[in-house]
């Protein structure tokens, strides 16, 4: 079990923030000793919409090959700076259906997705980030451009709202051996001001920062996130629960959290 790699796989568009989103897979697998896999699917009907059948047949060709060299100028370099081997693969047609059947064939330990610039919920398309965080029972990280991991580097570790699921994993103790101390909590609660302290939990060393619920709560904590260069921050993902008034949805956190996210497996 101690030569026991795990599995990460990186679901790109391949767009301008691939690198980025890439570089951050290369700095997880680095704390946690895991593989890479890289994923790419492309709509049918962004290749072929002709009736020529074998115009069809040349078009799908030839971008098979521009997917590849494009996917090989993503990963090469940054497979030589690192010195990490970086797997990929890639399929034509539906793509929540190729995406599924991929997970099913891999089977991943852990999911990486990343942001775009313009909005942060465009993750190759919204509907493909619920359909993740719905599928998929392990580890998602969404990676964004500020702040983002880099590789060879510690990072600085945060949690949110008490979040303790990513501490109960098997590589736990790597991410945690990787960051920067102390940890950062965040919360937002049901108080009439803002007030740092010293959590008083199992953690130890622990800066706790703690926001009042209201309209405004998860922009602020958007920007004390920046100013503390958080790299990375663990959010639990809760089943069969209620969310109370107030309550930061999954979702939210997705949207308006410019920061890397780490959210747990359901459990």
Do not use: W
């Not at 880099?150 to 590589?171: C, G, Q, W, Y």
């Amino acid at each position: 079990m101690k030569n026991y790699k795990y599995k990460i796989l990186v679901l790109s568009d391949l767009n301008k923030t691939a690198n980025t989103t890439l570089k951050s897979s290369v700095s997880l697998a680095q704390m946690i000793n895991a593989e890479i896999d890289l994923f790419h699917v492309k709509k049918h009907i962004d290749i072929v919409d002709i009736d020529n059948q074998l115009t069809a047949i040349r078009t799908l060709n030839d971008e098979q090959l521009t997917t590849k060299k494009k996917i090989e100028s993503l990963i090469n370099p940054i497979s030589k700076d690192y010195n990490v081997t970086i797997n990929y693969s890639f399929a034509f047609g539906k793509i929540k259906e190729e995406i599924r059947n991929y997970i099913e064939l891999s089977k991943p330990d852990i999911i990486v997705l990343g942001q775009r610039d313009s909005n942060p919920l465009q993750i190759i398309g919204d509907s493909i980030t619920r359909f993740i965080l719905k599928k998929f029972k392990g580890v998602i990280m969404i990676s964004s451009n500020e702040n983002a991991l880099e590789p060879n580097k510690k990072m600085s570790l945060a949690v949110f709202n008490d979040s303790n699921k990513i501490f109960k994993t098997k590589f736990s103790k790597e991410l945690i051996t990787h960051a920067n101390t102390p940890l950062k909590s965040f919360r937002i609660v049901n108080s009439q001001k803002e007030t740092i302290k010293i959590a008083n939990q199992n953690e130890e060393n622990m800066i706790e920062y703690v926001f009042e619920q209201n309209a405004d709560a998860m922009t602020t904590l958007s920007s004390y996130l920046l100013k503390n260069n958080i790299n990375l921050l663990c959010v639990d993902r809760l089943e069969n629960k209620t969310k109370t008034p107030g309550e930061a949805s999954l979702r939210e956190v997705v949207t308006k959290l410019n920061v890397t996210l780490l959210v747990s497996q359901t459990i």
